[in-house]
């Protein structure tokens, strides 16, 4: 009877009334670009904001120069001559910027090169014991970004590793490693590191270490922080049911969903890290001589800086343009990795 009923209602229906309409591709739905991933998408919000595209075109650019440009003079960057010593900058067509070789004592201008029979320019000058400016100003970055480089991947390496581990096991572990961190925490940094430089030889590995005593401290919390807020998400217990090893939820799973937090992190860090070696070399505690760095390059300016001020301006310049543009690439990291957060 059912079945009769419904044939009876199909024949009511006028077929006339229906139109085939064949499939158009052009008129049908077509996404308007390819599809793009996490990082394609920050990159594409990263390059509209000029002031960090202009920061890592200097950061580069220094980068590159600390490689090269003991080379590009062709002087070495310890090699001592007294009989040059304390030149002013002198560059060939920039003698109307101020590169004459041309210094004042007193009131009277001095032509160093012609007195002290010089032929050769000496783009950024010499310091007090005759060694080429320019080449240790680069090699003296070279040293710094080595040094502030090698500090907080070690930072980011111990931080995370042990963050991960405090944040996803939780309760007496997360206890236990949370009270440690906050006993380092509560040991002045500057003693720890000027207790561990005195204990072994000044030098560059030492540097890297004692920055290191408690640097990873921040970095632990920071991930310890975003761990506990992906680890009870969907796609981890997802991923525990499927019987993945804490090892594989903690390093193929959460550690990679805060990435951009720890880069955003690292940004911040190495500035950090280039500043402090700085602050440690100009008082004393940094690099033996005469290795350079921008610290001791600082150092032996601010003594000349009344009578020779370019021995502190140069390496000075270099420091902050560095710390600035560190500073304006990671804001621009943390604008493109979360929109959130733009202002």
């Known amino acids: ?194 207790l561990f430089i005195l204990i072994l030889e000044p030098g560059i590995t030492t540097i890297i270490l004692a920055m290191t005593i408690t640097g990873w401290i921040g970095m632990s919390r920071l991930v310890r922080g975003q761990i506990l807020k992906l680890k009870n998400q969907e796609f981890v217990l997802a991923a525990r049911t499927l019987g993945a090893s804490s090892a594989r939820l903690i390093f193929k799973h959460l550690i990679p969903n805060t990435l951009g937090t720890i880069i955003i992190s690292l940004m911040f860090t190495i500035p950090g890290a280039i500043f402090f070696e700085a602050f440690l070399s100009f008082i004393g505690l940094g690099l033996a001589p005469p290795q350079p760095s921008l610290g001791t390059l600082i150092n032996e300016g601010y003594k000349e800086l009344k009578t020779f001020p370019y021995l502190l301006v140069v390496p000075s310049t270099v420091i902050v343009l560095l710390m600035v543009s560190f500073n304006m690439l990671a804001d621009g990291l943390r604008d493109a990795f979360d929109p959130r957060l733009r202002r």
Do not use: C
């Open 1 to 194: 009877m059912a079945e009769q009923n419904s044939n009876a209602k199909a024949e009511q229906f006028d077929s006339s009334l229906f139109q085939h309409v064949e499939f158009n591709e052009q008129a049908g739905e077509r996404l308007a670009g390819k599809s793009l991933n996490f990082w394609q998408d920050a990159w594409m919000r990263l390059r509209k904001n000029k002031a960090a595209i202009l920061s890592l075109v200097v950061i580069i650019i220094i980068s590159i120069m600390s490689l090269v440009g003991p080379a590009l003079s062709g002087n070495d960057p310890y090699t001592q001559t007294i009989t040059q010593a304390k030149l002013p900058p002198k560059v060939t067509g920039l003698e109307w910027a101020g590169f004459d070789g041309m210094a004042t004592l007193g009131d009277t201008p001095i032509d160093f090169y012609k007195q002290k029979q010089v032929t050769e320019n000496f783009w950024f000058g010499t310091d007090h014991l005759g060694r080429d400016l320019w080449s240790r100003v680069w090699e003296g970055t070279k040293i710094s970004l080595f040094i502030g480089l090698m500090a907080a991947l070690i930072d980011v390496l111990v931080g995370v590793t042990y963050g991960g581990i405090s944040a996803y096991y939780g309760g007496r572990v997360d206890n236990i490693m949370q009270r440690i961190a906050e006993i380092l925490t509560g040991v002045p940094n500057l003693i720890l590191i000027i």
